[in-house]
C-alpha cells in the first residue's frame, strides 16, 4: 500500500481496480489543517485524464503490474502481434493502446509489454531505433526558408524533419521518445 506522501510523478497505483500513472504533482501545507497533494492522474488503459485532491492520510493500492520481453512480429489491421521471448506465447495490442510507438516498429524488435493482471496495457520501447529512409526529396540549395532541413519517410511510414544530406536507402537513428533525428547510421 502507499500512502499519499509517497505520491510522486511517474508513480503508478491502482484506484476502483484500474491502474493509474501520476502525471503531475502538487504538495501544499496550508496553515491548519493536513497536507495536501494534488494530482493529474492517467488511467493506463483507456487513457482518460483527471485532476484530484488527496489528504495525508489517504491510502492506495499497488496496481498488478508486469513488464515481460517480448518480440514483434507483425501487424494485421488495427492488431499488432508479439510474441513472449520466453514462453512463445502469443498476444496482440491494438492500435489504440500503443498509440505513436507504432511509428517505430519493426519485424523482430524486442520491446517490454507491460500486463495489467494478464491484459496488455502499454509498450517501451528502446530509446533509439535504426530505420531505413524510404523516400527523401533533393534538396534545393539556396533554398531561403530558413531551415537546413528536408522532410522525409521511414520504412513505418512516419516523417521526419532531417539534415539535406540524408538521402533515400540511407538508415537513420530516431530516439524514440521525441520521434526526433539524431544521426546517419554507417552500415
Avoid: C
Avoid at 64 to 74: A, I
Avoid at 94 to 112: A, K, P, S, Y
Amino acid at each position: 500500500m502507499y500512502s499519499a506522501s509517497d505520491l510522486r510523478k511517474g508513480l503508478k497505483v491502482q484506484i476502483d481496480g484500474e491502474p493509474y500513472i501520476i502525471i503531475s504533482f502538487d504538495f501544499s501545507k496550508p496553515g491548519k489543517g493536513q497536507a495536501l497533494y494534488r494530482t493529474k492522474m492517467r488511467n493506463m488503459i483507456t487513457g482518460n485524464q483527471f485532476t484530484q485532491t488527496y489528504r495525508s492520510n489517504d491510502k492506495f493500492e499497488k496496481p498488478d503490474l508486469e513488464e515481460r520481453t517480448m518480440q514483434y512480429l507483425y501487424s494485421q489491421g488495427d492488431e499488432f502481434h508479439f510474441m513472449d521471448t520466453s514462453s512463445y506465447e502469443q498476444i496482440f495490442i491494438t492500435r489504440e493502446h500503443l498509440g505513436d510507438n507504432i511509428n517505430f516498429l519493426v519485424d523482430n524488435m524486442e520491446v517490454q509489454v507491460l500486463f495489467f493482471g494478464e491484459k496488455p496495457i502499454d509498450i517501451s520501447l528502446p530509446i533509439f531505433v535504426n530505420l531505413m529512409v524510404t523516400r527523401a526529396d533533393p534538396w534545393v540549395k539556396g533554398d531561403t526558408s530558413g531551415t537546413d532541413t528536408k522532410p522525409v519517410t521511414v520504412e513505418t511510414g512516419y516523417q521526419l524533419q532531417v539534415p539535406p544530406f540524408v538521402e533515400e536507402g540511407d538508415k537513420i537513428q530516431i530516439d524514440t521518445r521525441t520521434g526526433d533525428y539524431m544521426t546517419r547510421v554507417k552500415e
